[in-house]
């Protein structure tokens, strides 16, 4: 009995329609929707700490508007560059020269004070150039840099200016050329050094701001791909948050249309056992069951005689 009694409680607990099927399809996916939603969440974390994802759209902003400024200084730069280049192409042609000889270019390539002053003026640049790509740009570092360049680029043409004089004076030189005799050539000559170095000067800055303009767009294409990556794993988290309450929701609404009380025990289960009695005396039932058979006999025998009255009024009589 006591077996029994379980059986149909744990009958009114069982799982055996579309409802309750429903309900374990759920509780087996909730566990993945949470973990999603956990990875997701420490991704997104680790996303904005890692790259300080709050301050992007600013970044952005900033890396723009240097990228602006830079690009300006680049046309600027570039602008001269050929307006320089124009002038030492007519200074050669002026002294019946090719492109490819270059009398001035050949004289500050041999000359240490020039080449050293045009070393350190690049280096210089360079310093420049990193500093505008930084996101945290030092602009006193800047202006300092830009001082020492202005005072650097001076000295550089100051040194182009007199080679040709170093040059004049070197025992190791050879002035055989009509040039270095005639003082129209001298005055050419000097003023192709001062162009060379111009152009110099301007090519590798002109490279130093392209550099600096392809850094900045890098960087704005880094912070973009970060800002894109940390708002579809913002849309991803979203969609498993929403898929959660939609389970959650769900899985409450099937358990309301479940039994919400189970079946439980009253009392023990027993057995109901008649007391044993003495039997009656055959005598008198056999007495009581022929006195009622008698009974009955007469009972019958009367609706069987009314019966047959009441179907003899009814049949026809013969003609």
């Keep these: 009995m006591a077996q029994l009694a379980e059986t ?8 055996r329609d579309s409802v309750c099927k429903g309900i374990t399809h759920i509780e087996t ?11 997701l969440r420490q991704q997104i974390r680790q996303l904005r700490q890692q790259h300080n994802i709050t301050n992007q759209d600013a970044q952005i902003r900033l890396f723009s508007a240097r990228s602006a400024e830079v690009a300006k200084q680049r046309a600027e730069v570039e602008g001269n560059l050929l307006k320089a280049q124009s002038d030492y192409a007519e200074l050669q042609r002026r002294m019946a020269l090719s492109s490819k000889e ?15 002053s045009l070393r350190q003026l690049r280096i210089i640049d360079v310093e420049i150039a990193q500093q505008l790509s930084r996101l945290d740009m030092d602009r006193d570092q800047i202006e ?7 005072a650097e680029q001076s000295q550089l043409y100051t040194a182009a200016q ?14 055989q050329d009509p040039v270095f005799q005639e003082p129209t050539y001298l005055n050419l000559i000097h003023q192709s050094l001062s162009a060379v170095a111009y152009v110099q000067v301007l090519d590798h800055r002109h490279r130093m701001l392209v550099q600096t303009e392809e850094q900045l767009q890098h960087q704005s294409d ?12 913002q849309q991803q988290l979203q969609i498993e948050t929403q898929s959660l309450q939609q389970y959650l929701d769900k899985l409450e609404e099937l358990k309301a249309q479940t ?3 189970a079946w439980k025990l009253a009392t023990e289960p027993y057995l109901k056992e ?22 009955l006999g007469i009972v019958a025998g009367m609706g069987v005689a009314a019966a047959l009255e009441q179907k003899n009024k009814w049949k026809p009589s013969k003609a």
């Design 29 to 39: 996916q909730l566990p993945q929707v949470k973990q999603q939603i956990t990875s």
């Design 102 to 116: 270059s009398i001035a270019l050949s004289i500050l390539s041999k000359d240490s004070a020039y080449i050293n």
């Design 144 to 150: 300092e840099l830009s001082i020492q360049y202005a």
């Design 259 to 261: 039994n919400p009380v």
């Design 8 to 15: 149909y409680v744990q009958y009114s607990q069982e799982c």
């Design 274 to 295: 008649q007391p044993i009695q003495e039997p009656a005396p055959i005598v008198k039932d056999l007495k009581r069951d022929v006195s009622s058979g008698a009974i």
């Design 162 to 175: 007199t080679a040709l004089q170093r040059h004049l004076n070197d025992p190791k030189a050879n002035l």
């Design 222 to 233: 880094r912070i973009a791909n970060l800002l894109r990556q940390y708002g579809e794993q």
